[in-house]
């Protein structure tokens, strides 16, 4: 990803490290300050979608970047965990389905009630409708939540937890980053799971 970034970067702008000093006239010098621009490869849009330097389509383009990396988080350690831990009882009793019953990774899919998908549809909608509520539009993904999304007072977390401005910006860049890299290795570990029949590929 960084090269492919330096050789976009550097066919535009004469520059591999983003220095877009000499080149006010564009439009991607306005994304440059954002967060989640990172050395050395600066503002990476190698397609050039936000060339039109459109402010509305960027922020949800960047909401759409943090959900997906933060669902992506949470798939790539829902495929680790059942390696290791799985439920006791039962997934579905009314099928007789226990949790130790499931196999791990994509396999899992066809081992789920159509019951059980239509809820899982019906609390996600819930939440991204209900729950889900933005704070500010020029903050994408800020839904006054507080660190891991817990809200207020529970666990101690606390929405003020995280006004210092310096923490927050230091903490965003890492949710960033670390959210697409979980779109990577989810991707990683759907393409081995289908082609080994695991996740963790064939040693």
Known sequence: MAIIGMFFQDGLTGSAWGDWANYTDSPLRAFEGELGVQAPVGYFDPLGLSKDGDVETFRRRRESELKNGRVAMFATIGYMVPEY????????????????????????ITKVPAEGWLQWVALCGCYELCVNQPVDAADP?????????????????????????EARKRGLNSELANGRLAMMAIMGLWVQDGLFGTPYGLY
């Open 141 to 165: 993904g800020n839904y006054g939540k507080g660190k891991l999304g817990y809200g207020n007072m529970v666990l101690g977390i606390t929405a003020e937890s995280i006004s210092d401005p």
């Open 85 to 108: 831990f799985k439920f006791p009882g039962y997934l579905a009793p009314s099928a007789s389905l226990k949790f130790a019953d499931v196999p791990n990774g994509i396999q899992a």
